[in-house]
């Protein structure tokens, strides 16, 4: 099955810098690749997603980028800001299958 | 317009006794997933159900079971509970077969 390994686990950074949150998968028959943001005792929620025929998306802030013959895709946070600081979880699925999650980062903006 | 919306919130139950959770995804979402996310560790994947069928099935006993109603709700069933069972379960639900959204989760615990 499909393996999903994110680096790095933890991951603080000053107010306004940027993060970048890597993951690499194991089975290139994976398609969708989206990324959730999970606060202390909160449902994650989705930040945003890229799919295979795609190599890079971006939505204000937050970026990602995607590349097929390394399997790996990259989740950048740019102007970093004290509430972007939770959990952040990648994940990777052959579209109709299941989800197979990284084990997460835990992000820290420090003010 | 409601998300997906899950109960109970917090559960405690003792060695063997059985558990139901339940799940109500978002209007017009065919498909209902179930994940266990066990605490510092992502979000592992349980079983999916589309249309009222079983689409996948994740590494987990058969303790666990499920089923999804005609108006698209689901229940998850563990019998003979154990220690590690204690996690927070997560619902998610989706159009058809790919972006999930998660619901806030069932806290069980346990004893």
């Known amino acids: 099955g499909e393996n999903v390994e994110q680096h790095p686990s933890t991951l603080s950074v000053q107010e306004g810098d940027s993060a970048v949150i890597k993951c690499t998968y194991s089975?290139?028959?994976?398609?969708?690749f989206p990324w959730y943001k999970q606060e202390l005792g909160k449902r994650p929620q989705l930040i945003i997603d890229?799919?295979?025929?795609?190599g890079e998306k971006k939505d204000q802030r937050i970026a990602v980028t995607l590349n097929k013959t390394a399997k790996h895709f990259s989740l950048h946070i740019t102007e970093t800001q004290p509430e972007d600081s939770a959990v952040y979880f990648c994940a990777a699925s052959k579209t109709g299958n299941q989800f197979y999650f990284g084990t997460g980062t835990s992000l820290t903006v420090i003010p | 317009d409601a998300g997906v919306t899950q109960s109970p919130t917090h559960l405690i139950k003792t060695r063997g006794q059985q558990v139901t959770l339940r799940c109500s995804p978002i209007?017009?979402?065919?498909?209902v997933s179930w994940y266990q996310q066990v605490l510092g560790q992502g979000p592992q994947f349980i079983f999916q159900y589309y249309e009222k069928e079983e689409r996948g099935r994740g590494n987990f006993p058969d303790r666990f079971s499920a089923r999804q109603f005609p108006n698209y709700s689901s229940e998850l069933n563990v019998n003979a509970l154990l220690l590690g069972d204690s996690a927070l379960y997560l619902c998610?639900?989706?159009?058809?077969?790919?972006?999930?959204?998660f619901g806030p989760g069932t806290r069980l615990t346990v004893l």
């Open positions: 998610a639900s989706s159009l058809a077969t790919d972006t999930q959204y």
């Open positions: 209007s017009g979402h065919k498909s």
């Open positions: 890229i799919r295979s025929n795609v």
């Open positions: 089975d290139s028959a994976s398609n969708y």
